[in-house]
């Protein structure tokens, strides 16, 4: 129930009623969170009066939170006078049988800085830290921590205090509060008591061993020279039952040493919290991270973690993201001597896949898809959605199969065993992955052809998808190293493809009636066309679903490219079955042309052939013709079949090999690179000028403890120091006819924007005082402020101020000139021009994605920004290079225009940012043949809306620019 007016709740604060009492503060508390401070404050003193003698614990609960809501401190900083007399009611509380009324009065306590209300119940906090009950005492020690950190002459003897009982306390939590204020207050009775139990700090709690490890990183970076007596500290807890102590403890080893034993237990430790079971996939993400970490300076020591990795891997409640990760770390950490142990592993994995695959159909999708990417697995339905995981981890498996064929010879032919497995995958992206992958194995470990051409026969007569088959084709006619081979090719394709003549096989309804000629097959199996007699009944095609997908369903179908490729695997076989046993080959002539030939005669006596819906999608195809230029391969295929032609065989075995080779060098599958690049046991090497600042760790020991940076902030300043830095900027913030120049150089150094303001007196008069007074917009943060100085007749001065760049969405730098003649003077003013903090200053070094990558960026970013093209460049090329030279963009190779004189253009390009954000633009033009104007978009595509905008602007005024 809640009160209408400030007089109701006012007559439920005044009544007897400590039901009404509570439910009319609760309400008051509420008021004031809201906003409605003034009524809050008209309450307090009915609600001390009423309210604060109430014996009734859950009424004095909500008392000490409503103190705490509205603040014991009025609008000039000086504390109310009416808390003076809740004193005693505190005291009280803590004097309270009651052992939770005592710790939540200590725990208001300990988040009190007025020393008026502090001197009065001090006393009393101290007789808690001897209470019989654990939890007053936990809450004695943080009063008694808060009351020293704020007036350490109230209690001068806290640290003694607290270090006595440190020692005779058994409770874990007490123990902890005490540890950590002595850790603060006075580090060497900390240090004190860590020394007298270095033995058994294995045996404290967790957490006092997390204050402990924090403990020990302070001091050894105080003091070096004891580094050896608190590591062996740290080893001792690296056995702790706790996965955040573990963790803790890691992190400290990897800051504090990189000696051989530290490291080996510090990786100990993050696969101990990664195997846990009490880790969820948060924690193992972090995890990883950080062994990626260690692995780029430790790999040696690293492959001894490749057990536990690999069973992150094959862990069921492991998702999918860290089913990659952790198959991406294994694969950085493999070598000739665990090789081994990795295949087994995914040749286990492969198998419950496909076991998965078998059970489940797959599902039905009213439009087709390019790639399994996260987009289409949200997307999807629950049922739906574990169909698509499964399919990207089969993915990420193949994938991972032909790394590992490709860096270790040893296992290539047990992993291409498993490879041809993917030949059987419903996801018809996985299947081309794999004969594309099968392709690159051969090319690069040529005596694997023998096995591939015996794996390839019994797929050519089982049958597939018809992209599948199209791949299979083509290294039928490659891969035969001699005549047996060639023959054995030839069987299984006429075993594939069945008898001749082809016939739809499919069943056909008579329809309305229709002219048109009709098609005989001979008694010699040749076709023969004559004119219809009468009128033909059309025919209804019925899908029959239970015909599977082989070479003739194929061609059946209307598939006449795979018609094709079939014609050029038999003529590709030809030449080399001629070069091997010319007699053999004459032998085979007839049935292979005979193949070509009733496939040619298909296609001509079906003009409007119409396959059958597709198996993933919903939708019928449209119909399919055998077209012209399919129809002229075939016949130049049945010319090399027959005779040797020597400028043929030229165009099918030198030229044609030439330029898939080449094709293949462009590709080299550079999705793999990103997802697992290839380490070196060699770290790359940085080049730095010789003038570059250096930072020597060993002068640090002379800093006080709470002075040295921690271990984050020492990798964001070696970050910032190694980061990019852009040439300097000069802005002109005042005018000529001004009493003082003011101009600005801008130098932006990764994170920090530096700028530095040159002031010119421009009168013959000094000015006591000039100060710049600066405002942010948008995300940068002002670091220091600008020192006012005075400025002599004629004088030149230089001050200095800089800036931190938060995010991508960039601003502005607005500046005011605040300056006084004399110092009895009114203070004058002079509004500067503001500083455009550019997007470009946030663009940082990236690899650029597959096309693959670049298109699942494409679907996942949600934030578009497009641009229409007003430009006075004519050349399209041109001014795809000029906006990605403007944006820091690099043009993808897949993306780049292949024509640089053609009248029309589309490119794709890819940018990333210091903060790790990524940017996908895409740029699609056309130049008017009349007066030569280009005319399109640009698209630019991110995940978060600040760079979308950013680089639209900079797209716009770039195009702008250029026209002036």
Not at 434 to 451: C, G, Q, W
Not at 677 to 687: A, L, Y
Not at 903 to 921: H, R, W
Request: proline share 6%; hydrophobic share 40%.
């Amino acid at each position: 129930m809640a009160f209408a007016t400030s007089e109701d709740i006012m007559e439920a604060i005044i009544s007897k009623n400590v039901a009404n009492k509570f439910k009319a503060i609760k309400q008051v508390i509420q008021l004031h969170s809201s906003g409605d401070r003034m009524t809050a404050t008209r309450m307090l003193m009915p609600i001390i009066k009423h309210c604060v003698n109430i014996n009734d614990p859950r009424l004095k609960r909500l008392l000490l939170l409503f103190w705490e809501t509205i603040g014991l401190t009025g609008s000039d900083g000086a504390l109310r006078g009416e808390f003076i007399m809740i004193c005693n009611s505190l005291v009280n509380d803590l004097q309270s049988h009651n052992e939770y009324l005592q710790g939540v009065t200590l725990r208001f306590l300990s988040k009190v800085k007025e020393r008026e209300i502090l001197v009065q119940v001090l006393p009393t906090v101290m007789e808690n830290l001897s209470n019989p009950t654990a939890y007053p005492r936990r809450q004695a020690i943080l009063c008694v921590h808060n009351i020293y950190k704020q007036f350490p002459d109230l209690m001068p003897d806290a640290p003694e205090t607290i270090s006595g009982l440190l020692f005779v306390e058994h409770d874990v939590l007490a123990q902890r509060n005490a540890l950590a204020m002595l850790f603060n207050c006075a580090p060497e009775k900390a240090l004190s008591f860590l020394t007298a139990s270095a033995d058994v700090v294995h045996t404290f709690g967790h957490p006092v061993q997390m204050v402990i490890v924090a403990l020990v990183r302070r001091q050894i970076r105080a003091k070096p020279a004891e580094k050896v007596q608190w590591l062996k500290c740290i080893l001792k807890l690296v056995s702790s039952n706790s996965a955040a102590v573990k963790y803790e403890c890691a992190q400290a080893l990897l800051a504090l040493s990189s000696g051989p034993i530290a490291v080996k237990a510090a990786a100990q430790c993050y696969t101990d919290v990664l195997t846990s079971s009490d880790s969820d996939n948060n924690i193992k993400a972090v995890v990883l991270d950080r062994l990626f970490d260690m692995q780029r300076k430790h790999r040696r020591t690293m492959e001894t973690c490749l057990s536990e990795i690999l069973s992150v891997f094959a862990s069921e409640s492991s998702s999918g993201e860290i089913r990659r990760k952790a198959l991406k770390m294994a694969l950085q950490l493999i070598s000739p001597r665990n090789a081994a142990e990795l295949i087994g592993l995914l040749r286990g994995e492969t198998t419950k896949l496909f076991e998965y695959a078998t059970k489940v159909p797959c599902p039905k999708l009213q439009t087709g898809y390019a790639s399994v990417s996260p987009t289409i697995i949200n997307g999807v339905i629950p049922e739906q959605k574990e169909w698509f995981r499964r399919a990207h981890d089969r993915q990420v498996v193949l994938v991972a199969l032909y790394k590992l064929a490709t860096q270790y010879s040893e296992v290539a032919v047990d992993a291409l065993h498993i490879i041809f497995q993917f030949f059987r995958d419903p996801l018809v992206q996985n299947t081309c992955m794999t004969a594309n992958f099968i392709k690159d194995l051969v090319h690069r470990y040529p005596s694997m052809a023998e096995l591939v051409m015996t794996k390839l026969m019994p797929l050519v007569v089982e049958g597939g998808r018809k992209e599948v088959m199209q791949y299979v084709m083509w290294m039928l006619g490659e891969y035969p190293r001699d005549a047996q081979t060639c023959v054995s090719a030839l069987e299984a394709i006429q075993q594939g493809l069945g008898p001749l003549p082809i016939l739809d096989t499919r069943v056909h309804m008579p329809g309305e009636a229709d002219q048109g000629p009709t098609v005989r097959i001979l008694e010699d199996g040749s076709y023969s066309t004559q004119p219809s007699a009468g009128p033909v009944p059309t025919k209804k095609v019925v899908w029959r679903p239970e015909v599977h997908d082989n070479l003739r369903d194929c061609i059946i179908r209307g598939n006449f490219f795979t018609g094709c490729t079939i014609a050029n695997s038999l003529a590709r076989i030809f030449i080399k079955l001629r070069q091997f046993d010319p007699q053999l080959a004459d032998q085979h002539v007839e049935g292979a042309v005979d193949v070509i030939l009733a496939i040619i005669a298909y296609g001509e006596s079906m003009p409007k052939a119409q396959p059958y819906p597709d198996s993933i999608t919903n939708r019928e195809p449209e119909p399919l013709v055998l077209q012209a230029t399919d129809l002229e391969r075939m016949a130049l295929c049945i010319k090399v079949i027959r005779g040797p032609d020597p400028v043929l065989e030229r165009l099918f075995t030198q030229d044609f090999p030439a330029a898939y080779l080449k094709h293949l060098g462009a590709r080299r599958f550079d999705v793999l690179e990103r997802e697992f690049p290839t380490v070196s046991d060699e770290q790359p090497r940085e080049e730095a000028p010789v003038d570059k600042q250096l930072a020597f760790r060993a002068f640090e020991a002379h800093m006080e403890p709470a002075e040295a940076e921690t271990e984050e902030e020492e990798g964001e300043t070696i970050g910032r120091s190694v980061g990019k830095k852009h040439p300097p900027r000069v802005y002109q913030l005042s005018g000529f006819s001004d009493p003082v120049y003011v101009e600005a150089v801008m130098t932006v150094n990764h994170y920090t924007v530096n700028l530095e303001f040159t002031l010119i007196n421009r009168l013959a008069d000094p000015f006591h005082s000039m100060n710049i007074e600066l405002t942010c917009v948008r995300d940068l943060q002002l670091n220091d402020m600008v020192i006012p100085v005075p400025l002599g007749a004629n004088e030149t001065k230089k001050v200095k101020t800089s800036l931190k760049i938060k995010s991508t969405d960039t601003g502005s730098v607005h500046a005011l000139l605040a300056y006084r003649r004399t110092p009895t003077s009114s203070e004058e003013t002079l509004f500067l021009d503001h500083i455009h903090l550019d997007v470009v200053y946030c663009m940082g070094p990236s690899i650029h994605p597959s096309h693959m990558e670049y298109r699942m960026m494409w679907q996942q970013f949600e934030w578009e920004n497009k641009i229409p093209v007003r430009t006075p460049i004519t050349d399209p090329y041109a001014f795809v290079e000029y906006i990605a030279k403007q944006t820091a963009a690099r043009i993808l190779p897949y993306g780049e225009p292949q024509h640089r004189d053609a009248n029309y253009t589309s490119a794709c390009l890819f940018a990333s940012t210091i903060f790790g954000e990524d940017a996908c633009l895409h740029i699609s033009l056309e130049k008017s043949p009349t007066d030569g104007r280009l005319s399109g978009f640009c698209r630019i595509r991110s995940k978060h809306q600040g760079i979308a905008l950013s680089l639209g602007d900079k797209v716009s005024f770039s195009m702008m620019k250029c026209r002036t």
